[in-house]
């Protein structure tokens, strides 16, 4: 029986990791024969994937001796997976919180990019039955109440915006116009909602989660069953959100004020 469930590697990223590893274990620069000896690569091939990686800044490069040690790109992907992880941490008993007290399942979303934004936390509560929404799955970055609410951080000239809000997806679309008074509403309260535009049936609720410079690169969000909200539950709920996303703000910046 073939084995198809062995994945298939892309071989030159694979010798790339490698020789990444060989040289963060290094005591001293590595020349090319070296690392080609050592990892049973083509020498050849090796110095290609060597400028390669220098040109990523990955690896540095000393033209005097002909050796190679790991460059500061490295320490920026390391750097931004530990941040990343940090973040996840600094904004977890939020959540739980969130999710006890208001009966929601709360989560965090993490900025993918100029268009996404990705879930990288979750808290869910004790009601039998509730939202799920799986780690991992992504999102376009201004749909529902999170993408207003990263809108209101943006800035974005009418065109612009109009151009993001005609690539979304809605199960009961509201207009452009009334999109764009949710956004200034969004600016002004510090949070937004969604009451089953996105998925009819469903409500959810966001604050945006801004650097030291003011640029939105999470939201705190909150989802439940449009039912299940009383009068008054929303507001508070959404107003807890706004007051914890600024908290997980103001800490991102090192307790500074952020730039407006």
Same mark, same amino acid.
């Given at each position: ?38 990892? *049973?690569? /083509?020498?050849?091939? %090796? ?13 540095? @490069?000393?033209?005097? /001796?002909?050796?190679?040690?790991? !460059? ?7 750097? &931004?997976?530990? *941040? ?12 739980? *919180? ?14 993918? !990019? ?10 869910? /509560? ?9 780690? &991992?799955?992504?999102? #376009? ?5 999170? !993408?207003? %609410?990263?809108?209101?951080? $943006? &800035? ?7 151009? $993001? @809000? $005609?690539?979304?997806?809605? *199960?009961?679309? #509201?207009?452009?116009?009334?999109? %764009? ?13 969604? $009451? !089953? ?31 299940? @909200?009383?009068? &008054?539950?929303?507001?508070?709920? =959404? ?5 914890? =996303? ?15």
């Amino acid at each position: 029986m073939a084995d198809s469930d062995s994945p298939k590697l892309v071989g030159a990223l694979a010798a790339g990791l490698k020789i990444l590893r060989y040289l963060a274990h290094a005591s001293s620069p590595v020349g090319v024969s070296l690392l080609a000896r050592e990892l *049973e690569l /083509n020498p050849s091939t %090796c110095f290609n994937l060597l400028k390669t990686l220098v040109h990523e800044r990955l690896v540095n @490069f000393d033209a005097a /001796n002909k050796t190679y040690t790991l !460059g500061i790109g490295m320490v920026e992907l390391a750097r &931004g997976a530990l *941040e990343q992880g940090s973040y996840v941490r600094l904004v977890r008993p939020h959540l739980e *919180e969130i999710a006890a007290r208001h009966r929601v399942t709360a989560q965090l979303w993490q900025r993918s !990019g100029d268009d996404r934004v990705v879930l990288v936390d979750r808290a869910d /509560n004790d009601a039998a039955i509730r939202v799920h929404i799986s780690i &991992g799955q992504r999102l #376009p970055i201004y749909i529902a109440a999170l !993408g207003r %609410c990263m809108a209101a951080q $943006e &800035g974005l000239s009418q065109t612009a915006l109009r151009r $993001e @809000f $005609e690539k979304l997806r809605w *199960e009961d679309a #509201p207009s452009f116009q009334a999109y %764009c008074k949710q956004i200034e509403q969004a600016r002004a309260r510090g949070y937004a909602v969604d $009451e !089953g535009s996105y998925v009819r049936g469903v409500t959810t609720a966001s604050a945006a989660v801004a650097d030291a410079n003011g640029r939105a690169v999470m939201a705190i969000s909150a989802v439940g069953f449009s039912a299940q @909200f009383k009068a &008054g539950d929303l507001k508070a709920l =959404a107003a807890d959100l706004r007051d914890r =996303a600024q908290q997980v703000s103001k800490a991102l910046a090192g307790g500074r004020t952020q730039a407006a």
